[in-house]
């Protein structure tokens, strides 16, 4: 299972940190959202090292050291739907999982009608609502939705409450519509990390099912294979691959 | 009061709770158990957090780093777990908090998976971002003081 985090300088834990700390508590892999945390990775140059950069900036050696997988993603906390159009081009070529922020009803909008996008991160927060017009977009775009357990592992009082109205909402109308979604604690630092039982416990707790939520989790490590594949030399299209035919195929 | 029979007495789970805060963090037990019953209170209501008892056994916390044993009713283990996940802070010093393990007996919660040697801390200057900072390092792991804040780092950022 996979979890999202904001690494240093955008969250107060290095990826070296994530990665320690969720190696520990049984993740295979962590996606790294922030922009500058890593070196830009797999497009066949050379290697952070290589080019003389601290090698906690590049996902290979962190990998390497702490035995879990470590992608390179990014988010886009866009203004409006045309600035975030235009990183959505810039960042698609050079990162794994490219992620845009929602939370504003032109901008979830804008992400789930964007195949380029893989991921809708925190569509209802701060005043974002999301409908059935988007589910049907998201699952024909394959865009996922996430779930952002954030609040409810940090927040307390009435911002706790809205925040799981607004997950219950979502919940219902992805479940519907079987759009594709993703799961994260959203950790800004290594205390905030929760490990995948206690975040499927806790999605049992608010009314999630044990099995959606770990699928959630797993979803993270899907794109960033899939998305891998799709980057690597061999391939053209889905389904059509360059390379020797398989031996015992007819 | 004379004891119950057994078969009337309630059955419990102890699970191993591990912790971590920032090194200058001080949390004390009471604090801690205030904070896990209002994190079930919160989550779970009054009655969920009555089922789940979840009562501090025992606890020690010292240089950013801890331990405790929480005793929940058998049955209730996973609304426990998700009680203890949504303790993100006590006392306003936040924390992490990572299940262990879970056993049927206080003895073998502390023998399994208790007082694991931790490694001790220093303090010195680390190479952190481009400059000299001071910095606890305890194992691997390395909180870096920078002039706004504190960051969660390792010794392989420092290297």
Known sequence: MYEAVHAYPDGEATVARHAATAARQGYDGIAVRSRDALAAAGDGGPSAADRG????RDPDALREEYGIDVVDAVEIDADDPTSASGAVGNYRSDRTVVCVVGGDDALNRFAVEQARVDVLVRPMAGGG??????????????VRVEFDFGPVLRETGGRRVRALADLRKLREIVAHYDAPYVVSANARSHLELRAPRELVAVGEAIGFDAEAVREGLQAWGDLAERNRDRRSEGFIEPGVRRGKYEEDGC | MKHLPKHLRPRWRYLAVGLESWPDAAIGRRAFQRALWYSAGNLLGDAGSADADLTLLSFAHADGTGEAVVRARHGHVDEARAAVACVSEVDGEPVGTLVRGISGTVRACEE????RATASSTQRDVA?????????????ACDVETESDRVGATTFDTE
């Open chain 2, 128 to 140: 952190f971002g481009g400059s000299e900072r001071p910095a606890v390092v305890r194992g691997d």
């Open chain 1, 129 to 142: 609502d999301f409908n059935h017009v988007l589910a049907k977009a998201a699952r024909d775009n394959g």
């Open chain 2, 112 to 115: 399994r998976y208790m007082g």
């Open chain 1, 53 to 56: 950069e601290s090698p906690a």
